[in-house]
Every structure is written in structure tokens, then in C-alpha cells.
């Protein structure tokens, strides 16, 4: 057994000891089986809430309407879930009541994706009634029972469905995919931040391309937000190395500059996007419309900072499909030979600038400071105050 689920074993022991049963389940169960890496171990346990807390010393309770309580354990958190089943749902996002029960079976059964229904108890045995492990052999995503049902009880699950495609580089099941095809518009019941959260998801995975493609081909796409007319969008995405890119906002500008998107600011605040990322996909998008050669303009290299102009010269790489490598590796090289890195590190400041050319202070002293800086930048005249006071006088500034 993997070292991460040893180490929560003494939990599972110790809810065991009380009587009740506790199981590793979900992600956790099906990464281990797939030899990828375990980010956290979820636990299912027969006790319900209140039985927990009387287990354990140390519980905080971060969900415990929906059953969850969380359990520290050497200096790290265990979320434990009891065994639950789910009432009707009737606007095919959340279940109208949730009900605690002592079945694990039951409590896989309501879960989305065979993968994902399987436990694991102390011992690493493996509970699968669903045959999680087979359609993980089959790299396959199969929904738990007639996916139909299961995407109108949660439309979200057919979101899920693809971040998996992309992440696992699996396939949809036939019925599964055709279900998707039926049951897109669905997914305008499901709020915003959810559908986001599995699209970043979607955007970061290694198969991103298949999950465009599904999406495509499913016709899911035309039922995100502002989507409706990126069909062809999607498609050209698909034609490029978009496996390049590591940082869903890469992709981003991508969507807006390929699908010709006039506000940048208002698509994706229908998405919910955090402002500062949605700045952040501003600024490169300019510069990949403007098509910024940082070796060259070494002012907007100095602005946009390597990390941005590194994004930026990636992303016009794949646009114009050639390999960005080197003019990557070219961007670094120019940043670090900057003669400075940021404003303080220029010799000279608002106040020389006052006393220099005698004048209040005003506008004008942000301006002269951005002359001096590029002309810095260029290396025209060297980083040091006489220098520059020289180059002024030179320049007939001062
Ligand atoms: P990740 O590794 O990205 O966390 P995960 O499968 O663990 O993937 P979570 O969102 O953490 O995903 O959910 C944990 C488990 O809860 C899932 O494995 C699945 O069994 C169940 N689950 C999560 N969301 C749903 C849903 N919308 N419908 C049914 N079951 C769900
Ligand atoms: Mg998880």
C-alpha cells in the first residue's frame, strides 16, 4: 500500500475499534491504482457525524451537512464522509435531501464514475462492485448505472467526464458519450464556479486535445458560458501544439484571439474568473496580438517581466506552429541581460529629476523616468547618476 494511505491506516483502526466501518474511497482509490500521484485520502465511514467526533480528539467540521468532518492526524487533515445516499433531485444540480446510511455499497452507488465508486479498507483490499477496475483497465469512463440519470441528477458529472478525458487520457464509454450528446443542456442548470473549476481542471490535463475534441463532437461546448458560437474555435484549437502550453491561461488567450473575442474583460467575467487573472490574460493577449518580439522591444520585455514574455512567446509559437523552444530560451537570455530588473534599481529618481531640470514635481517626471529606463534598456547610456545626468545634458534635456 502506498506510503500516503499507511499513514491514515491508525484511522481507519481507530474508527474500526469504535465499532463502525471506514474505507479510503474515491480519487484517492482510483490514482492508486492507476500508479499516478495521490494528492489527498478521502475516507467513508459507517459513523456519522457525531459518532466521528466522539472518536477522535481533534475534528473540525468543514461539511458536516453534507456528512464530512475532518480529522487531524499527525499534522495532517482527513476528510471523513459518512456512508450517504442522495433523495431525488429535481433541478439536476443538487440533491433535495441527503440521507446517512450504514451501506457502503449504497454510498458508491452514488457516485459518479465506475473509477471513482471503488474503497480500499486497511488491509489494501480493494471493494469494486461497480468494475472501477476493469474500465480502469480499459481506460474507460463508464458512468455508475444509466448515465443518462446520473447527468440529469448532476449535469456536472458530464464536465467531469471530460477533465478526466484530459487528465487520465481516457476515453468516454459509447453510452456515456451519447448521453453527453443528449443531455448538453443540462448544463445550464450548474452554476458557474463549478463548470470553472472542472474546466481549469480540463485546461491544465495532459489530453486537453481529446476533451476539445469531445466536447466538439458532443457539441457540450455550445452550453458553457459564451460558447455558443466557438464550435469552429474549438476545432482550430485542435490543429495546434497546444500540448505546449502548461498554464490554462495560456489557453485562454488562445480561445480569445482564435474565436476573435471583442471584450476580453466581459467574456470572462461570465466564466467568474478571479480580476487578477483575468489581467493577467489582458496584457498577453496584447502582446500576442501585437505580436511583441521581447528580444527587440526590451521595454516591454521589461514591463511584462520573464515569466509573461516567456507565456507570450510560447503562445505565438503555437499559434504560428513552429517550436518555441529557442525563441524562448532567447526571451531568458535577453531578461537576464537587462541591465536592470526593476525601477529601483535605476540610478537616478523622481527627486534628481526635480532638482535636474528645476521644475515642480508633475506628470512630466513619470515621463523622463520612462525615457531614461529605455534609454537605459537599450544600453545607451549607462546605469549610473552622472551618467545619465551626462546623457540629459547631451540630449539637450536639461
Ligand atoms: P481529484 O483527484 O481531482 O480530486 P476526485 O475523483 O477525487 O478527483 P473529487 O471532486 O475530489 O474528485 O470527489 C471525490 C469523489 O467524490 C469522487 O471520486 C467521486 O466518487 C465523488 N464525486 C465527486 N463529485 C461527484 C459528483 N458530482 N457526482 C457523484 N459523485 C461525485
Ligand atoms: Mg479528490
Known sequence: MDKIFQKAVPILEQIEDAGFQAFFVGGSVR?????????????????????????????VDVGIEHGTVMVLHERAGYEITTFRTEGNYTDFRRPDSVQFIRS????LKRRDFTMNAMAMDKNG???????GKKAIEGKLIVTVGNPDERFREDALRMMRGLRFVSQLSFDLDGQTLQSLKNNGAL???????????EFE????????????HLLSES?????????????????????????????????????LVIGNIEDTEAFLRIWKMPVKQIREIGRLRFHVEKGTDFTEDKMALFHSGLNEAAKVTKIIAV???????????????????LPIHSLKELAVDGNDLVAWFAQRPGPWVKEEMELIL?????????????????WLELCNRI
Not at 187 to 197: F, G, H, K, P
Not at 319 to 337: I, M, P, S, T, Y
Not at 374 to 390: C, F, P, Q, W, Y
Open 104 to 107: 457502503l455499497q449504497e454510498d
Open 374 to 390: 529605455s534609454a537605459v534598456l537599450r544600453e545607451d547610456v549607462i546605469n549610473r547618476k552622472t551618467d545619465i545626468k551626462g
Open 201 to 212: 481542471k480540463l485546461l491544465k490535463g495532459k489530453n486537453r486535445k481529446k476533451a476539445f
Open 187 to 197: 448544463l445550464e442548470n450548474i452554476a458557474v464556479e463549478r463548470i470553472y473549476a
Open 125 to 131: 483490499q480493494i471493494i469494486d462492485p461497480f468494475l
Open 31 to 59: 490514482d492508486y491504482l492507476l500508479q499516478r500521484e495521490i494528492n489527498d485520502v478521502d475516507i467513508a465511514s459507517s459513523a456519522t457525524p457525531s459518532e466521528i467526533k466522539t472518536i477522535f480528539a481533534k475534528t
Open 219 to 255: 457539441g457540450l461546448y455550445k452550453f458553457l458560458p459564451g460558447f455558443k458560437s466557438l464550435g469552429k474555435t474549438l476545432e482550430i484549437l485542435q490543429t495546434l501544439n497546444i500540448e505546449k502550453l502548461d498554464d490554462p491561461v495560456e489557453l485562454w488567450v488562445l480561445l
Open 319 to 337: 499559434l504560428d506552429h513552429f517550436n518555441g523552444n529557442e525563441a524562448e530560451w532567447k526571451v531568458k537570455e535577453a531578461f537576464h541581460r
